[in-house]
Nanobody, 119 residues
Framework: QVQLVESGGGVVQPGGSLRLSCAMSRSINIIITMSWYRQAPGKERELVATGTSGGTTDYADSVKGRFTISRDNAKNTVYLQMNNLKPEDTAVYYC?????????????WGQGTQVTVSS
């Protein structure tokens, strides 16, 4: 089984930056998609950023130009670099990976990490 462990959340002032990390407990042989979602209090979970095995990325309009999703294969880690943070970015952020591990297709979620943007 593969577990995802997120880190890097915290409290930051508007305009600040954070880098979220999502470490995979085992190397997923083939990652189809890697994504970050977020959920603010009283709101539905929303897709923030997605990266595919083909190297394409896509972002929610609200974060385009500010957030960057990336991956370090050697460290089995997915990142979300967040710059110029705004109060409306406050949410619990979840890592999501879909791919093949030991020949089995699986969808994996992290436990979430809190990001609070406040002055």
């Amino acid at each position: 089984q593969v577990q995802l462990v997120e880190s890097g959340g915290g409290v930051v002032q508007p305009g600040g930056s954070l880098r979220l990390s999502c470490a995979m407990s085992r190397s997923i042989n083939i990652i189809i998609t890697m994504s970050w979602y977020r959920q603010a209090p009283g709101k539905e979970r929303e897709l923030v950023a997605t990266g595919t095995s083909g190297g394409t990325t896509d972002y929610a309009d609200s974060v385009k130009g500010r957030f960057t999703i990336s991956r370090d294969n050697a460290k089995n880690t997915v990142y979300l670099q967040m710059n110029n943070l705004k109060p409306e970015d406050t949410a619990v952020y979840y890592c999501h990976v879909a791919g093949y591990y030991s020949g089995q297709y699986g969808v994996y979620w992290g436990q979430g990490t809190q990001v609070t943007v406040s002055s």
